[in-house]
């Protein structure tokens, strides 16, 4: 499938790096380096190896929704879809509809930044294991959420 990053790109064992952001539709809420610094953040609270690389692809409604067919079996444009592998150099992939991430700023009263940084964070926990099905899952994964969030708002 053409959108799925590592088919084109190798990730470094050694990278200092571990995100690779890349732009399908624009998006100029957050910096890539933005971006990064969360992610650094993230990978030290949850001791995550920074050899272990992530791939945010910011996408349109129709590229989600083709990816939400294809794997979840469900054709509806969605938020955010994260993608784990078991490889020792890719933790995963997410992608994010801005289109969709810019319908719920507005609906949540937030900006586009803080709804990109939220999803981000959202589905970067999902690649590290994290997940809402049982209610006490949901409350660890939004707790961290909401602290990772804060922190990443106001970086003070």
């Not at 794997?71 to 801005?98: K, M, N, W």
């Not at 926990?125 to 099905?133: I, Q, R, S, V």
């Not at 006490?136 to 922190?151: F, I």
Request: aromatic share 10%.
């Amino acid at each position: 499938m053409k959108w799925f990053p590592h088919q084109r790109h190798q990730m470094s064992k050694k990278s200092l790096n571990p995100l690779r952001v890349y732009r399908r539709t624009k998006c100029s809420a957050m910096t890539d380096t933005e971006l990064r610094k969360c992610a650094f953040r993230i990978y030290k609270q949850e001791h995550v190896d920074t050899a272990r690389a992530v791939s945010l692809v910011f996408c349109s409604d129709y590229i989600i929704r083709s990816l939400n067919a294809r794997y979840r079996h469900i054709d509806r444009a969605t938020d955010v879809l994260s993608f784990g592998f078991d490889d020792p150099d890719l933790l995963g992939e997410i992608y994010i509809s801005v289109e969709r991430a810019a319908v719920q700023s507005r609906r949540f009263g937030s900006s586009l930044r803080e709804e990109v940084l939220r999803l981000f964070i959202h589905g970067l926990f999902h690649l590290l294991g994290y997940d809402h099905e049982a209610e006490d899952d949901r409350a660890t994964m939004e707790q961290k959420e909401r602290l990772c969030l804060a922190a990443a708002v106001d970086p003070r």
